[in-house]
């Protein structure tokens, strides 16, 4: 069940999404889409959310997390993300290092999303539009919930390797996960390297099993 960044397998649980990976509880995609535009992918992505969501309950935390890693390993440029996160001192980092960072930081996504998208209430996704943003472009979108609060998602979107993968996300258009992932990363690096991101990685993934298991 595990991607190709696999180091062990999640437990835990988070407190807050719309600071960590900026998500919402409630996604609609009908139909599945093809993955050659930007569009597609996100709409690809959020097909899979649904239909995790509606069977989040019988799959349980494990189950959606085997159903949604892969997809987050495909969909994410999530050796990227990892780099940017950490800034300037990537380039110091051993290959090693960066391996582990890059496993830990994808384990962290997978289970976040399979913590959050746990069960389907009649929400409603909405796909508005894009907009270039230089060589890449923001694929922008309106996530609804049944209750009628709105929340604008935007996707930033870079090609690679002949697709289109997301890079980093912006709630309401302008905060961006991985400025507020950069920050929090560069404190902990500071205080205790390498080895205590990861292990403040795997806390988060750990907290969002055990409160599943709990739940």
Not at 2 to 7: G, L
Not at 21 to 27: A, D, E, T
Request: aromatic share 8%.
């Amino acid at each position: 069940m595990a991607n190709r960044y696999t180091r062990r397998a999640p437990r835990g649980k988070i407190a807050s999404l719309c600071l960590a990976l900026f998500i919402v509880m409630g996604l609609v995609a009908p139909g599945s889409a093809a993955v050659s535009d930007p569009q597609g992918t996100v709409r690809a992505f959020y097909g899979v959310l649904l239909g995790t969501m509606r069977d989040g309950r019988s799959l349980g935390q494990s189950g959606r997390y085997g159903r949604l890693a892969p997809v987050v390993d495909r969909t994410f440029d999530i050796p990227t993300m990892t780099r940017l996160a950490i800034g300037p001192r990537w380039s110091t980092l051993s290959a090693a290092e960066q391996q582990q960072l890059i496993g830990a930081f994808a384990h962290y996504v997978a289970a976040t999303y399979a913590d959050r998208f746990d069960s389907y209430s009649g929400e409603q996704l909405q796909v508005t539009g894009q907009r270039p943003n230089g060589a890449d472009v923001i694929v922008q979108t309106k996530i609804i919930k049944s209750n009628g609060e709105t929340t604008e998602l935007d996707y930033l979107m870079r090609p690679n390797q002949g697709s289109w993968q997301i890079s980093d996300v912006y709630l309401d258009g302008t905060i961006s996960q991985l400025a507020v992932h950069r920050s929090e990363f560069h404190s902990i690096l500071q205080r205790e390297g390498v080895d205590g991101l990861v292990m403040a990685l795997d806390r988060k993934v750990d907290l969002l099993r055990s409160v599943a298991r709990s739940s």
